[in-house]
């Protein structure tokens, strides 16, 4: 298969423009899209921005996403109005496009808890699942400190939603929503984080029931398909190749060293 173009400035003149990336950030938007489009026969286009070759650091980029990240989209239908960060996407897409609210709320007591899971995500789950990520995976020098901190905090923080979930299906008023999107990409890939969905088993039920939506499968997706580090992969990766299997016991092996090290013990809230 021909790789796509390298995006160079957006290429619809109608309806919403996705500029994204395959990671739990991105996801937000591409499941949310999904899922508007099922619901109202929403369509939208979308671009690949490999962030791998900083397209994001680009000036046509910059220009409608200043932060330089991804998501973005671009709403043509309003002027080319962009708008930058998931949560803030989540917010304008269902304000605008979700009538019947599907994935959003009325009542304003629900509409403020929906923010407050959705700010606890972008404070605290997504910040402290990246640098678990970080620490665990990427430095060049294995520092023990870092490793226990913020795997350990990730740990805290799906303890948090376990906590929330005992009793009811979804976050906020026991109803799929946009307070669901916005924390499930970064489930979708906390065993590749160093964490045991296990462990947590009102957080694996959520995490299934909403890996079985049609939108959902799509959105994961989107901008390509294979990711290679949700859950459902990752797993069948160690079951099908041992010698990756055996690295990732080296990395879960340092993981629980790190802790000992520092005395940690897993609590939560």
Known sequence: MAEAPRPT??????GIELLTAGTPNGWKASILLEELK???GKEYTFQAINIMLNIQKEPWFT????????????????GG???????????YLTRH??????FSFTDPL??????????????GLGPMQGQ??????????KIP???QRYTGETERLVGVLDIQLKDQDYLVGNKYSIADIASYGWINIIQFSGVDLDQFPNVKAWWQRISERPAVKKGVEIPSKGAGFDNAAYLQRLKDDPEYAAKEKEQADLIEAAKKQYGYKFASP
């Open 110 to 123: 629900d509409i403020s808890r929906a923010e407050q899971w959705i700010a606890w995500q972008t404070g």
């Open 81 to 91: 109005f962009a708008v930058m960060e998931g949560a803030a996407i989540l917010a």
């Open 63 to 78: 220009k409608l996403g200043p932060n330089g990240r991804i998501p973005v989209i671009v709403d043509h239908d309003k």
């Open 145 to 147: 400190y870092g490793i």
């Open 9 to 14: 400035g957006l290429i619809a003149n109608k």
């Open 97 to 102: 496009y979700d009538p019947e609210h599907k």
């Open 132 to 141: 678990a990520n970080h620490f665990n995976r990427f430095t060049k020098e």
């Open 38 to 40: 099922e619901a109202y």
